[in-house]
Structure formats: C-alpha cells, structure tokens
C-alpha cells in the first residue's frame, strides 16, 4: 500500500514530545512489512541549517510547489531524505517565512503555517511527485487540515477524490482553535460543528469528524476521551464516531533504546547480565552528584513540567520520600517546564542535598543513564495517552510506579512488571510508592524477578504496526 504519513513532528529532524517518536519509528517497520510509505514535514530552521552543513544527508529537490491560497498561490520548495536507518523517503516542505522558523510551534500564525504545510503536503504527493496514496495518515491538529481539506474542498478535485484518511490523535489537549478566516485561506466551504463557537473553527474537531477513521495512542485513552471527564469537550464528537475510533499502543524504537548497545550507559548488560547494571546506578550518583551508594534505590522522574504528568502529586509523596517514611531512598529528577515545579524541585534539592537531585533541562544524552541507573521510575500522570517513559523504563530494567489511565494503564501490571495506583490524589500514590520500597528493602528476588519481566514485555513496533496495517487496509477496501 501507499501511505503518505503528514506530521509537524519527525525523529530526529524535529522533536518535541511521542508524536516525533512515533511518526520516526511506525513507517520504518510498515516499509519491512513491504509498504510504500513517505512522510512529508516542514523544513524548520534546523532543517534548513541541516541542509546547509550537510547533517542528515538532506538534499535539495526541483520540486517547486504552487499551493492555492486564497485567490492567489504560495510557492514553495522542496529538500528530500530519508528517516536514518531507512529507506523511507521524508521530503521537508520549505517555505522560509512561514515554516523556516527556530521553533515547531508557538507563533501567532500557527494555525495558518500548518494549514499551508497540510495543503503544500497533498499537493507535493499527488500531483509533484505523481504519488496518489492509498491511505493520507495525519497526526494532531497541525496536519488535521489535510484531513478536512481532502473530505471538503478536495473532493471537486478527481486526483484527490476518495483518498481515505486516517486521523491519529497523539494528545487531545491541543486542538488548534482558530478563526473562521481560516477556510477562505484553505478555499474550503463548510458549516460549523456543535463544538465550535460563532466565527472560530476547531481543526482537531473537523478532523475527528471528517476522517474515515480515528485512532489514538493507546486502547484506555481511546476510551476515556468519549467520557465527559476527558474528552476535553470533544466527548460527544468521539462518541459519535466511536464504530471508527480505535486505540492502539505505540511502540518503542528497539534501535534506538536498547540496554545492549546503547553508547550513552557507563555499561551495557541485558536481562541475562542484570548484575551488569549496578554500574550505571553509581555511574549516574556521581552524575548527579548523589553519595555514591549501591544499597539504597534510586527513584528517577523524566519528565515535562506540566500539570498533565500528575505533579501535583509529586510534592507530597517527594517530601515523604525524602524524610525516610518509607525508609532511605535517593532522588533524581530530569525535566523542564513550568516554573513552578522547577522551583518545587529545586528547594527539594537545598533541603535534601545529599538525597535529591534536579536537572531542570531537556537532555536527551542523561536520559538514557537515568533508566539505566536508576531502580525506580515516577509516572502518576493525571491522564496518559500512551507514554514512553514507562516502556522505555521497563525496557531498561527501571520498575515504573504509576496511575492507572491510559496507555500507562495498558502497559504496567502491578507486582509484575511495575506497581499501579487508581486515584488521583497523593495518599493513593504514596501507597504504591510503599508497596514498591517495601518490596525492594525485603524481597531482593522477587525484585530481580519484577526486573527481569519489565525487560522482558514486547513493546516493539512490531506488534502495532500490523494494528495500524489492519487499519489502513479496512480503509483502503
Ligand atoms: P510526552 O510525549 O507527553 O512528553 P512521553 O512519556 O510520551 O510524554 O514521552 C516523553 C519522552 O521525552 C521520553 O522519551 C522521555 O525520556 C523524554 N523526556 C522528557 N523530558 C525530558 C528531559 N527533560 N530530558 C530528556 N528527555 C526527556
């Protein structure tokens, strides 16, 4: 099958949060299972710089696009790649003013980039390259215009008549609201939805209801988002499309975090070599700059600061932690955000110096050490919509304590593989946190066995990816 995949997001040209991972890792494996698949993003600035200095192997095209816009038409050009380790094809949508910008996103305009990329998308692969896709596969509210364009305004047009569209939605928080201008801009002529207020349009919610289906991230989020609670106002919408809504776990790039050969360990090992480990704890205490103590658990947080990640809860239990409640315990955290909780953490670290640590930064090159070195990981996420912490945790032999909701509640078994609390408050969090100290200090061999079966789950794309090639296949007819 030929499937084109339309993202703002792609690893390792540009990465913000799991949209990058996956949108890098899902159309590699469907390629080895034989598909056809090309990914489209824009040329941010450092894609551009990339181009320049010769990183990443981009090249220019002469593809020149002439995208219709309002009564006019925007041109733009085009660089080519490939996802590294691939074959698969990424052409870079470059339009300087417009997408050639430091950040992916946070510009007023935002919603009038994306709208050009989605249409300049379209056109580079059904009429540019004389690639009519099987399947047009778009992900959040950035590339939604594809969606809505191809079942509106498209449909006059015979290249892109009837191209089924797959709409992925990877975090229902951001919906990209905007103005009514913004179908005159797209040459689109539609009526509002029930969720969108007089004169403003939402493109997550057009998406939702003009794609032939909808997928999220994992089979609880899937669910939650058709209840009031956390369906962000979209419930009703996504129960309306519920016969063609489905969820299905991301994976994780087994080439990219894997224990055995990751070069950014102080020591490789494997489920079979697990006393190999202890390495990386000591390596990372003297990171940190913790006391360098192998009989006491390191407890990691990796994380955004953002009350979505269930922070609110971290104070308390942190707290507890720190003054020994549930016996000696050393912390490690790893994350940027709201200032706030970088400031919540940074007193933890003047008040505990020798038990807490914080690095308030993004640092892809300390994360992996973290996994590896530390014994347990913190994920108490008021909601979920898969998460990679917790597999990459698990993976890395790294126990997760977490809340049941979405993807989180569909990866970690409790006692098994991780330890798992319901509620969204601090006491029911704490008493995970509990059952987890308690069995490390008193059941050193059923820790190891716990270890061992967190690095043993299959959270390869593998499987996912054949839940994604069933879906695309029942679209396609
Ligand atoms: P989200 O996409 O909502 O941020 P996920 O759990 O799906 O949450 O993915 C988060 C990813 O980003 C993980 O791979 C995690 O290790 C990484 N990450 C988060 N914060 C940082 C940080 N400060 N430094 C390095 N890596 C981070």
């Not at 551009?48 to 192997?57: I, P």
């Not at 692969?125 to 939604?144: F, G, M, N, S």
């Not at 969720?195 to 991230?217: C, D, L, Q, W």
């Not at 977490?402 to 029911?428: E, I, K, M, N, P």
Request: proline residues 4%; negative net charge; charged residues 20%.
């Amino acid at each position: 099958m030929k499937i084109l995949f339309v993202s703002a997001e792609v690893y390792p040209f540009a990465k913000r949060g799991g949209l990058a991972d996956v949108v890098g890792s899902l159309p590699k494996i469907l390629a080895e299972y034989g598909h056809d698949v090309r990914v489209v993003m824009p040329a941010y600035r450092s894609v551009e710089d990339a181009y320049q200095s010769g990183k990443w192997s981009i090249t220019a095209t002469d593809v020149r696009l002439s995208v219709p816009i309002e009564n006019t038409t925007v041109e733009s050009g085009v660089f080519e790649s490939v996802i590294p380790g691939s074959e698969v094809p990424v052409y870079f949508i470059a339009k300087g003013d417009l997408l050639g910008r430091p950040e992916i996103y946070g510009y007023d305009d935002d919603a009038y980039r994306f709208s050009y990329f989605s249409r300049a998308a379209l056109q580079l692969a059904v009429e540019a390259l004389d690639w009519r896709p099987d399947v047009v596969h778009a992900h959040d509210w950035h590339t939604a215009p594809t969606v809505t364009w191809l079942a509106t305004a498209g449909t006059a047009d015979d290249r892109y008549k009837n191209i089924p569209t797959l709409f992925t939605i990877h975090n229902l928080a951001h919906q990209g609201k905007t103005d009514w201008h913004i179908f005159d801009y797209l040459q689109i002529y539609s009526h509002s939805l029930e969720e969108e207020p007089y004169g403003r349009v939402n493109f997550m919610a057009r998406a939702i209801y003009h794609a032939s289906k909808v997928n999220t991230v994992s089979p609880t989020y899937a669910q939650e988002i058709t209840t009031r609670q956390g369906g962000a106002d979209l419930d009703g919408l996504l129960r309306y499309r519920k016969s063609d809504l489905s969820g299905i776990l991301n994976g994780l790039d087994y080439d990219v975090w894997n224990a055995a050969i990751d070069g950014k360990l102080e020591q490789n090992y494997t489920a079979d070599t697990l006393h190999l480990r202890a390495a990386n704890k000591a390596a990372l205490q003297r990171m940190v700059g913790l006391p360098e103590r192998s009989d006491v658990p390191v407890i990691s947080m990796i994380s955004r600061l953002d009350w979505q990640k269930g922070l609110d809860l971290m104070g308390e239990v942190v707290h507890r932690l720190l003054e020994g409640q549930a016996g000696e315990a050393q912390f490690v955290l790893l994350g940027s955000g709201e200032a706030e909780y970088e400031e919540m953490f940074a007193q933890f670290v003047r008040r505990f110096p020798d038990k807490a640590s914080a690095t308030l930064a993004y640092r892809a090159d300390l994360a992996p050490l973290i996994y590896a070195g530390s014994d347990m990981f913190l994920m108490p996420s008021l909601f979920e919509p898969c998460g990679l912490g917790q597999l990459i945790s698990m993976r890395y032999g790294c126990i997760p304590i977490v809340r049941a909701t979405g993807g989180l509640a569909d990866t970690v078994w409790d006692a098994q593989t991780g330890f798992v609390f319901d509620g969204y408050d601090s006491g029911a969090f704490w008493h995970a946190v509990q059952r987890a100290m308690y069995t490390y200090n008193t059941d050193p061999d059923y820790w190891q066995t716990m270890v061992r079966q967190a690095m043993q789950q299959d959270f390869s794309w593998y499987r996912s990816a054949r839940d994604y090639e069933r879906l695309y296949q029942e679209m396609a007819g």
